[in-house]
């Protein structure tokens, strides 16, 4: 059974940082994408950051281009979401999820991924 639980989120004033992790488990990912989306209030989920497993290859919202980093630890089967300079319109539950690696470029669209984690919430304060 695939399970992916999220960790990392909390309270932080806008300007700070926050590092995001996904503990993935029950398959192997070498042949996955692992993406995370975020939900605010009131809002469609929207397509935040992802990366290949195996090529390490990356893309990212125009939003968060230079600010948020993601990257995965093969040994720990971890996906990370290193987040930078963030803004009250950061705020929003993220959740990370997985899908078949299809392409070199990892898919922003969430219709792609299978798996997803239960979420877990970033506050940030103005």
């Known amino acids: 059974q695939v399970q992916l639980v999220e960790s990392g989120g909390g309270l932080v004033q806008a300007g700070g940082s926050l590092r995001l992790s996904c503990a993935a488990s029950g398959r192997t990912f070498s042949s996955y994408v692992m993406g995370w989306f975020r939900q605010a209030p009131g809002k469609e989920r929207e397509f935040v950051a992802a990366?290949?497993?195996?090529?390490?290859?990356?893309r990212y919202a125009d939003s968060v281009k230079g600010r948020f980093t993601i990257s995965r630890d093969k040994a720990k089967n971890t996906v990370y979401l290193q987040m930078y300079g963030l803004k009250p319109e950061d705020t929003a539950v993220y959740y990370c999820?997985?899908?078949?690696?299809?392409?070199?470029?990892?898919?922003?669209?969430?219709?792609?991924?299978?798996?997803w984690g239960q979420g877990t919430q970033v506050t940030v304060s103005s």
């Open positions: 999820a997985a899908g078949p690696d299809t392409n070199y470029y990892p898919s922003l669209s969430e219709k792609d991924y299978d798996y």
């Open positions: 990366i290949s497993w195996r090529l390490g290859s990356t």
